[in-house]
């Protein structure tokens, strides 16, 4: 037995509540076992957990969301991973899913049901509008898309059984920006529930609860991870909403968050805030030097004075975010070429990476989409999408400059 068994006392935790947001993203939720006091969080790979007797396994299972019982519910790393991510968020709880889309139908399946109504953002990732319209479709609920930039067109959309909001911003990948605000209120009159996918922002940008949301959703794959190592998700909200229906679905329906993945995450999230500072930095580095090229028409990024929403963006988000989009003169054939040219910058469909990718949205993100509707949507074949990553930015601009000259 070991000397600190012996030993009674317990060591106060901080009040996470008073403290920075860099602060809680590498401290809050760390929970030690008591035999080892292990610093870093420990990676509990078991399916199921023991009880000393038949009494204190009926208890446990009387009170599922208190204990560690069978890990599709409830694993102590999982629950450190939530515990940090509800504390970034400024959210009660968090439940963690196996992927992002998961987290999406995990919150639409406890929320909703036949007869509802959904008014979502028409630019929202492609599966999420697949998801909505497709799957739930299939089980009576209905889905009106409006523009996400006007507060009006949500308004407009409100039925009598309208049941949830959902956005994200900035849009993906022509960074339209969403008054969080502004929709609160109008999702608030409706009685409805206002779901947020903080994504790209990430909590070190952007907090929606803070800005009205009832629920934020996150694919933990792209920059909580930010490595591009794992799939995960999350839903943050209040403990009526996360307790009281999240965690009832997920503990029958098994959307559930593996245990390594979580671990995963925890790592990512101590880099975080260090990562989309940097990562903001670069991409406004080259956006600002994007403008300034003869061959591209218009580039898109809300850290750009440019911006139409610069203003709004600015006091919504800490910083512009990793992710610009630019249209090139020349179209298709001046897009691939610019693509083929560049070294660095990985072709790959995932962003929130360390390492810059660079994708044609008309072509793969967006494929699916019929060309009139890409259109409507401005995703134009001259346009290119670029996930900043952590090089520096000199060697991005050398990358990207060859393939600017040849796309011309
Ligand atoms: C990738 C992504 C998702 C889906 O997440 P997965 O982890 O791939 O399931 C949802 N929303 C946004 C904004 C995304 O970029």
Not at 222 to 251: C, H, N, T
Not at 269 to 294: C, F, G, I, V
Not at 388 to 396: A, K
Request: hydrophobic share 40%.
């Amino acid at each position: 037995m070991s000397i600190r068994m012996n030993r009674k006392v317990k060591r106060p935790s901080p009040d996470f509540s008073t403290l920075a947001s860099e602060t809680i993203a590498v401290r809050a939720g760390t929970r030690r076992t008591q035999e080892f006091q292990e610093h870093s969080e420990a990676l509990f790979l078991t399916s199921s957990f023991c009880f000393d007797s038949a009494e204190l396994a009926q208890d446990g299972f009387a009170h599922a969301e208190q204990g560690f019982i069978y890990s599709r519910f409830t694993n102590p790393t999982v629950s450190m991973f939530q515990d940090r991510l509800a504390a970034l968020e400024g959210g009660e709880f968090c439940i963690a899913t196996a992927s992002g889309m998961a987290a999406i139908l995990t919150t639409a399946m406890a929320h909703l049901q036949a007869g509802d109504h959904v008014i979502c953002s028409r630019s929202v990732f492609g599966a999420t509008i697949q998801l909505f319209s497709t799957i739930l479709g299939k089980f009576g609920v209905s889905t009106t898309y409006v523009d996400l930039a006007d507060a009006k067109a949500w308004q407009n959309a409100v039925l009598p059984n309208t049941r949830l909001f959902y956005l994200e911003t900035p849009s993906n990948p022509l960074t339209d920006i969403a008054d969080i605000k502004a929709i609160s209120k109008i999702a608030k009159k409706a009685n409805a529930l206002f779901a947020v996918d903080n994504c790209f922002c990430t909590p070190a940008l952007q907090k929606p609860l803070s800005l009205g949301a009832d629920v934020v959703i996150h694919s933990a794959t792209k920059y909580l991870d930010g490595q591009g190592r794992v799939l995960g998700g999350a839903i943050v909200g209040s403990k009526e909403f996360i307790m009281g229906k999240v965690f009832p679905y997920v503990r029958t329906a098994g959307p559930t968050l593996s245990a390594f993945n979580a671990w995963v995450f925890l790592k990512g999230l101590e880099t975080l805030d260090l990562r989309m500072k940097q990562q903001s930095a670069n991409a406004l580095a080259l956006a600002q030097w994007l403008e300034k090229q003869p061959n591209v028409e218009r580039v898109y990024y809300p850290g750009l004075k440019s911006h139409p929403q610069h203003n709004l963006a600015m006091r919504q988000q800490k910083l512009g975010g990793a992710i610009l989009s630019f249209v090139l003169k020349g179209a298709k054939q001046a897009s691939f070429r610019l693509i083929n040219q560049t070294r660095l910058c990985s072709i790959t469909a995932n962003l929130g990476d360390t390492r810059t990718t660079i994708t044609h949205p008309a072509t793969t993100t967006h494929s699916r989409v019929s060309p009139e509707a890409r259109k409507a949507a401005g995703i134009s074949d001259g346009l290119v999408r670029i996930a900043v990553g952590l090089e520096n930015v000199n060697d991005l601009i050398r990358d990207l400059k060859a393939g600017l000259k040849s796309s011309g």
